[in-house]
T-cell receptor, first 111, second 117 residues
Framework: DAKTTQPPSMDCAEGRAANLPCNHSTISGNEYVYWYRQIHSQGPQYIIHGLKNNETNEMASLIITEDRKSSTLILPHATLRDTAVYYC????????????FGTGTKLQVIP | GAVVSQHPSWVICKSGTSVKIECRSLDFQATTMFWYRQFPKQSLMLMAT?????????EQGVEKDKFLINHASLTLSTLTVTSAHPEDSSFYICSAGRGGPHNYGYTFGSGTRLTVV
């Protein structure tokens, strides 16, 4: 799996959009970008994933650059419950590929 | 759908005893499950890949005789920490992947907080 680089921490005001960047310059053509988050003392939660097109679901939007070397997770209206560690991962598709986690970004949503 | 149940959520045991943690996929079959552990303020560290009906694959540096993994059915994998010591105290998390050509994200259990006293 390709390595990813994320800022260690970010703050965001409640109600504003949170934009979390991720660099994955060594991503290969068949690797997907996945985002998970981990709220304190819980298991990670899947957020969104994409290959090359931008994606949106009820939780977030994922913007992937045209060269696929970086991406941004957008939480459109951050709430206090979005305070968590966010992990960006690149991996091959399929249910059998192991996932290794980097250090992630600790997002603190401020009232 | 895609629920993974992990039990117990927390356990305290005495040094030298063994502890078993269960990971169940409730509404899907998981031929592959993964075990992680996480120390305070650190990221998740992959320990091993659990394959139904075969031996687990351990990551480098993880003692297979200490962390016994059994994946006897398509919905259950267990991790047994044998002869536990205080340094084994950690947050243990399992995840399960769904079969098929494309995976919409692994589902993780809620984790087990192990404290060895």
């Amino acid at each position: 799996d390709a390595k990813t680089t994320q800022p260690p921490s970010m703050d965001c005001a409640e109600g504003r959009a949170a934009n979390l960047p991720c660099n994955h310059s060594t991503i290969s053509g068949n690797e997907y970008v996945y985002w998970y988050r981990q709220i304190h003392s819980q298991g990670p939660q899947y957020i969104i994933h994409g290959l090359k097109n931008n994606e949106t679901n009820e939780m977030a939007s994922l913007i992937i650059t045209e060269d696929r070397k970086s991406s941004t997770l957008i939480l459109p209206h951050a709430t206090l419950r979005d305070t968590a560690v966010y992990y960006c991962i690149v991996r091959l598709s399929g249910g059998y590929q192991k996932v290794t986690f980097g250090t992630g970004t600790k997002l603190q949503v401020i009232p | 759908g895609a629920v993974v149940s992990q039990h117990p959520s927390w356990v305290i045991c005495k040094s030298g005893t063994s502890v078993k943690i269960e990971c169940r996929s409730l509404d899907f079959q998981a031929t592959t499950m993964f075990w992680y552990r996480q120390f305070p303020k650190q990221s998740l560290m992959l320990m091993a890949t659990s394959n139904e009906g075969s031996k687990a694959t351990y990551e480098q540096g993880v003692e297979k005789d200490k962390f016994l993994i059994n994946h006897a059915s398509l919905t259950l994998s267990t991790l047994t920490v044998t002869s536990a010591h205080p340094e084994d105290s950690s947050f243990y998390i399992c995840s399960a992947g769904r079969g098929g050509p494309h995976n919409y994200g692994y589902t993780f259990g809620s984790g087990t907080r192990l404290t060895v006293v």
